[in-house]
């Protein structure tokens, strides 16, 4: 059974940058569309951005479009959302999960696995 591993996160200044890791144990990614998820304090947790299990997907919330990139690298059992100009807004802890469907999807009952998350802090 796969088990997810994001890391990555940190405290950043507004307009800063981060990139989150995600990988994983006991199975591995390739076979998998992976999607990140965030949850800030008092609020429901919310897609930020998917890829397909062959990459040839990808989706973004229109809240970061633009500013966020997901990619995989599956030689390598990777998958990282590179995040720049981050806001205050941005900040939560940022999960990766990992759905069977393959497909790229930001519904979060069509993933199965998720990691434990990592905080991502944008504040001055």
């Known amino acids: 059974q796969v088990q997810v591993v994001e890391s990555g996160g940190g405290l950043v200044q507004p307009g800063g940058s981060l990139r989150l890791s995600c990988t994983s144990t006991?199975?591995?990614?390739?076979?998998?569309?992976i999607g990140w998820f965030r949850q800030a304090p008092g609020k429901e947790r919310e897609g930020v951005s998917c890829i397909s299990s062959s990459d040839t997907t990808r989706q973004y919330a229109d809240s970061v479009k633009g500013r966020f990139t997901i990619s995989r690298d599956n030689a390598n059992n990777m998958v990282y959302l590179q995040m720049n100009g981050l806001k205050p807004e941005d900040t939560a802890v940022y999960y990766c999960a990992a759905s069977e469907f393959r497909h790229c999807v930001l519904l979060r009952d069509r993933y199965g696995y998720w990691g434990q998350g990592t905080q991502v802090t944008a504040s001055s």
């Open positions: 006991g199975a591995t990614l390739d076979n998998y569309a």
